[in-house]
């Protein structure tokens, strides 16, 4: 479904698991696939208690709400709740996700509803926090690496594989920015998501592709409201 796409589409973050160099930023990024194109906002900001990843867009289809509360631990991301909204509610698409660390267990109350313990020996992120560990993995000079992604249906997780393609030249807002491509693959699926993203701004994500047999949705970068 698109809106399962659009899920993990909305995800491009940049920032470093090192709080003392994390970039606080705001930016509007377009959304376009078969059935809908949509702008919204993405926004990185520091709570009371620790780090908020949002995305709010609207058309005259729908409005959407993802955010992703976290803090940091260890050099890295203790996740705490993971929350999307949209509207029209009839399209009945919420889902709010809880990590329960005095319970040891994850819940997901809304669209899915399911119970999980934890796994210790697996870190496990959601759809937004991920992206902060790609970056940190980029940073850090790794041309491939795995990761886990929380499964939003099921519960647990699915393991996915980055791989470095190839840096080129992008273009953003009439300059020319040096992009590290990466590819994300995972066993059993015949879906690849490719990220593009720009060295100078801390690997901020300029543009994500995600092909599946037959269908191309894509995100892009429009404009950068505030960056660090």
Known sequence: ???NKL????????????????PFYSAKYNFESEEISITGTREFTRESEGYEIKFEASNFLANLFFSSKFSFSNKDIIPDTYNI????????RDQS??????????????????????????????PLNVQIMIRTYILN?????????????????????FNYLRN?????????YN????????????????YFLMEEFDFMFLKILDNSPGKLNKLELKEILSFG
């Not at 080129?168 to 020319?176: A, Q, R, T, V």
């Open 7 to 22: 899920i993990l589409l909305l995800i491009s973050i940049s920032i470093n698991f090192l709080e003392a160099e994390i």
């Open 85 to 92: 909204k949209i509207r029209p509610k009839f399209l009945n």
């Open 168 to 176: 080129e030249e992008c273009f953003f807002n009439d300059n020319k």
């Open 97 to 126: 996700i809880k990590f329960d660390y005095e319970k040891d267990e994850v819940r997901s109350n809304g669209l899915n509803k399911w119970k999980m313990p934890f796994i210790s020996k697996n870190n496990v992120y959601d």
């Open 141 to 161: 000079g790794y041309n491939k690496f795995d990761l886990n992604i929380i499964d939003m249906e099921k519960g647990g997780f699915k393991n996915y594989s």
């Open 179 to 194: 992009c590290f491509v990466f590819e994300r693959r995972r066993d059993g699926s015949e879906r690849i998501v490719t």
């Open 1 to 3: 479904m698109m809106f």
